[in-house]
RNA sequence: GCCAGUGUAGCUCAGUGGUAGAGCGCUCGCCUUGUAAGCGAGGGGUCACGGGUUCGAGCCCCGUCACUGGCUCCA
């Protein structure tokens, strides 16, 4: 019974204990500082309970607030105590899920009224005292039946219990008052929670099922120390400050309008100047990189849509059809496109098309409509308006890995290199129902590896999560202050080549069927300008600057000293506004940084009769440096040749 | 689409049933400026829209629309 196993340190040395010692024992043994900090342990990778008996050699950590599991751990026991405080205030609250996220945790509850903000204040404050009362976090092992009788009222809890397997223990977690089916592990007591905050409670299905019943959540945050939770809250506070509507407005990039309809966006010329740089950019670069450019129409008849299958799966996404004009077949109707793919694939099937042509690239920066849900749109992100930087690749299997490759060229000049953003490759492979062999797909995903493979780059498996007509590599983005955003993606297709029919001559002279790919680089320019925005804080690369140079004269004497060099500037192809406004040079240099104008060129006497500038550089305060025009000519037209990330 | 909250001047927001307010912006005047807000005056609102309750509604009730935070979906 008591047999002795043989414990490893993370040290390397090796403690003989007897058998069904806790962690917790063994953190005393090392010595008491250990055993005070101790949150979890770590036995042979697996984070459990301190209090858990070791019954086996294993390898062991103890966990302390330096181990980012226990903060993960600290934030799941701060659900529970979330859940201890609500089923003390709301006595009849039914209990969901409570798991810890990023930065947080959060518990549904199921309850007859949503929560208002003095319920979160009240709850908030309940936690504390739970937390102050230092319940420990006592675990138990269950049966089946037991389960079902311990969580009889908790009809949340019964559907979830019904769902484990026969094999699994099933745990249950009491602190004080509380007790939850949960499989832990938790900190030892609740006294060691000490830095949260309720954020925000908001619907959410059960199960994350639309057609369920919808709880009640509350979103929270916990963290070790008062100045990882302050630094917290003041990062959600920059965050704000970065919201690309409220910066949209302030900078006058772009609008919205109750009478233009949701989802719909006016860019402002400030804004227009931005996507107009980004689709060039893009342009640019697809035509250098062996694309065709093509224009489609904005509408077509429905019935291209049916031939690609969208009809009738997605009519949900696409805005009603439209009766033909007049003097038309009344059952001829047309639609508002909601991607361009079926109208490449009818360029592509327009000739015969011989091993010869492939592959074809055909890319359009093109405006589609897609009637996405009311609940969904947020600003340039989520829109229902919205311009692809698209492209089609029409090629054979063998070709697709020199593609994929070229494609992953293209995003690392555009997207990493240009804008200074750190990509994650995630490569999404076959889903349960999908079209085509195994052996094609065994072949088209290892196709998409051995390309992220060649280039070297890392990426992570979505195993299950590819479109049913192909897989797929999606790229995220981090930005400046650390959010990932969904970027890039480059799509395989067997469906559409299928659906359409299309074709190629192949060397033995006999028709073969193309695979096709699907890419955007940016996505979309909606998205993407709004994630720059954000990205930059407004305070744009000179290239992409709308306004790159304000002149100000220091009073009106210098007015047409002012005048003259702005139109240098200009002749040079720069964007230059004069400020030459009766405010005061103070007020006029403030304007200019609010507007996060990267250059100002302060034009007073001295500069005036020398034919030189002051130049103020965005955001560096008072340091200025006298410059000739020349010279200053010289250094802003190689940042915009080059496409400087700086100033 | 679902749950909740919000909707007052161009913007940010006060306004708890009795004559619609502030700051900034805007217009005009004065000031003529050396590196982040000079001074003064003025204009500006069917209080989102529609209905109801009330002697009386920005405020209370119902509906619609939009936005916000989530859920679901997604570029």
Redesign the pocket.
């Known amino acids: 019974m008591s047999s002795t196993i043989r414990i490893t340190l993370p040290d390397g040395s090796v403690r003989e204990v007897p058998s069904g010692t806790t962690s917790r024992q063994i953190a005393e043994s090392i010595g008491a500082g250990l055993a005070r900090a101790a949150l979890a342990a770590r036995v042979d990778g697996a984070v459990r309970d301190l209090g858990r008996p070791l019954e086996a050699d294993a390898s062991l950590a103890i966990l302390t607030e330096r181990d980012p599991d226990a903060l993960e751990v600290l934030r799941h026991s701060s659900a529970h105590i979330l859940a201890t405080a609500v089923r003390e205030l709301f006595p009849g609250a039914g209990i969901g899920f409570g798991p810890p996220i990023e930065d947080g945790f959060y518990y549904d509850f199921d309850v007859p009224?949503?929560?208002?903000p003095e319920d979160l204040e009240l709850i908030e404050s309940r936690m504390t005292e739970v937390a102050r009362a230092d319940y420990p976090f006592v675990r138990e092992v269950v049966d089946r039946s037991q389960a079902n009788h311990r969580f009889a009222d908790d009809p949340l809890k019964l559907e979830r219990i019904a769902e484990l397997g026969d094999a699994e223990t099933i745990t249950v977690y009491t602190d004080g008052p509380f007790t939850d089916l949960c499989r832990g592990p938790h900190i030892p007591r609740t006294g060691r929670l000490k830095h949260f905050k309720l954020l925000?409670?908001?619907?959410?299905?059960w199960r994350?099922?639309?057609k369920r019943q919808?709880l009640?959540?509350i979103?929270g945050t916990a963290w070790f120390k008062k100045e990882d939770l302050d630094a917290y809250l003041h990062r959600l506070e920059e965050a704000r400050k970065r919201?690309h509507?409220?910066l949209g407005?302030?900078l006058d990039l772009f609008s919205?309008s109750?009478v233009l309809?949701?989802?719909l966006v006016l860019w402002h010329p400030r804004g227009a100047v931005i996507r107009w740089l980004l689709s060039r950019a893009v342009e640019d670069d697809n035509v250098a990189s062996g694309y065709d450019l093509v224009y489609t129409p904005n509408v077509t008849r429905e019935e291209l849509f049916y031939i690609s299958g969208h009809l009738p799966l997605y009519a949900s996404?696409q805005y009603p059809a439209m009766g033909a004009g007049a003097g038309e077949a009344e059952d001829v109707r047309y639609m508002v496109k909601p991607m361009n793919c079926p109208m490449h694939a009818l360029i592509y099937q327009s000739r015969q098309r011989s091993y010869r042509d492939l592959p074809i690239r055909l890319s359009e920066v093109a405006n589609v409509y897609?009637n996405?849900?009311?609940?969904?749109?947020?600003?340039l992100?989520?829109?229902?308006g919205?311009c692809?930087d698209d492209a089609h690749i029409f090629c054979t299997m063998d070709q697709i890995e020199d593609e994929i490759f070229l494609c992953l060229d293209q995003v690392d000049r555009l997207v990493r290199a240009t804008f200074g953003f750190e990509l994650d490759f995630e490569v999404s492979t076959r889903p349960e129902e999908r079209l085509g062999s195994d052996e094609v797909w065994d072949q088209a995903e290892a196709t998409l590896r051995r390309a992220l493979e060649r280039k070297g780059i890392a990426f992570r498996n979505d195993v299950g999560g590819g479109a049913f007509y192909g897989p797929k590599i999606?790229i995220k983005f981090r930005d400046a202050i650390g959010r990932i955003w969904?970027?890039p993606?480059i799509q395989l297709d067997f469906n559409l080549p299928e659906r359409f029919e299309l074709e190629y001559t192949g060397t033995d002279n006999r028709p073969h069927r193309p695979v096709m790919i699907h890419r955007?680089i940016y996505?979309?320019l909606?998205?993407?300008t709004g994630n720059l925005i954000e990205h930059f804080a407004g305070a744009f690369p000179v290239w992409l600057a709308p306004e790159q140079v304000r002149v100000i004269p220091?009073?009106?004497?210098?007015a047409e000293a002012a005048r003259g060099l702005a139109q240098r500037l200009k002749a040079a192809g720069l964007r230059v506004r004069v400020d030459d406004?009766?405010?005061?040079?103070?007020?006029r240099?403030?304007e200019g940084?609010?507007q996060k104008v990267p250059y100002?060129a302060?034009?007073?006497?001295?500069?005036?009769d020398s034919g030189s500038l002051?130049?103020?550089v965005?955001?560096t305060?008072?340091k200025?440096e006298?410059m000739s025009v020349d010279a200053f000519l010289g250094r802003i037209t190689e940042e915009v040749r080059t496409r400087a990330l700086a100033p």
Do not use: W
């Open positions: 009224r949503p929560f208002t925000h409670a908001a619907g959410a299905y994350g099922d639309e919808m009640q959540r979103y919201d509507r409220v407005r302030q919205t109750d309809g949701p989802g996404n897609r996405e849900k009311s609940g969904t749109l947020h600003g992100l989520r829109v229902r919205l692809m999606d969904q970027g993606t955007a996505g979309t909606e998205r993407f220091i009073s009106d004497a210098q406004s009766s405010e005061t040079l103070n007020y240099i403030r940084e609010v100002m302060i034009v007073g006497q001295r500069e005036a002051a130049l103020r965005r955001g305060g008072k200025q006298a």
